[in-house]
């Protein structure tokens, strides 16, 4: 009998934990540098250090694209799979159904904390934590994901929570996007990307629309969705082709 870990699930890919993990220690080192501004260094000498993460530090949030990348490649891949015959896919309400149960519990809880304890959260413009009206209308709108679309409530509350409502409004998108994306993968990617690029440049010509909500735009980060999902696809198109081989040979 094979206890190997790799047997648990098959077709899953526990290198992709490693890779969320690193991308989480570099988001983490940024946060507490953008709020310490202490950064992790030693020096040996005037010119010389022992270990210095600042760059680290500085550049960290860049790996917030790496997990919308990582979610594009874990959403396509059972259905990479399924493709290639590899597994059956088990529908789109199972699908909901799943990521509810994954994001909502941790997530109303954290909301929960952030009311209550407001030194959790980021009080910040027109956030009042003492107006019921106020907080009432923040908790709807973390409850729906749909915070990132007004200036009021992206970045309160839950602070970091704005990439989560890009993520869910990701997954509405999904089984849409998921029907050329079968047919041409590599189209569709290339439509993506250009959907993005082309957003960027509207959003930054439009002086009316401030940063923190032009970050937060779900179609802007289409092209790196994409990137992630095409992953997924070669993963199992190269996978597949190199056993029609094995058994040719």
């Not at 019921?132 to 409530?153: G, K």
Request: with cysteine; aromatic share 18%.
């Amino acid at each position: 009998m094979n206890n190997s870990r790799q047997s648990d699930i098959p077709g899953y890919l526990y290198a992709l934990d490693g890779m969320r993990a690193i991308s989480l220690i570099f988001i983490v080192i940024f946060h507490t540098f953008q709020q310490s501004w202490i950064f992790y260094n030693l020096k040996i000498s005037p010119d010389k250090y022992l270990f210095n993460f600042e760059i680290f530090q500085r550049y960290g949030y860049v790996a917030i694209d790496s997990f919308f990348v990582f979610s594009g490649f874990c959403l396509f891949y059972p259905i990479a799979r399924s493709m290639f015959g590899e597994c059956e896919f088990r529908g789109w309400k199972n699908f909901f159904i799943k990521r509810a149960r994954r994001i909502y519990p941790s997530y109303v809880i954290m909301l929960i904390l952030t009311i209550l304890i407001p030194s959790f959260s980021y009080i910040g413009g027109m956030y009042d934590p003492k107006s019921f009206t106020n907080v009432a209308h923040n908790v709807i709108m973390h409850l729906l994901f749909i915070h990132n679309f007004d200036s009021h409530t992206i970045g309160t509350t839950i602070s970091t929570a704005w990439t989560m409502s890009i993520e869910v409004q990701f997954y509405v998108l999904f089984p849409l996007i998921c029907i050329p994306f079968r047919k041409k993968p590599v189209l569709t990617t290339v439509v993506m990307s250009l959907v993005a690029v082309l957003l960027r440049f509207i959003l930054m010509a439009n002086a009316n629309i401030s940063q923190p909500i032009m970050s937060a735009i779900t179609p802007i980060y289409f092209d790196v969705f994409a990137f992630g999902m095409i992953s997924a696809y070669f993963v199992v198109y190269v996978r597949n082709k190199v056993k029609c081989i094995d058994k040719l040979k």
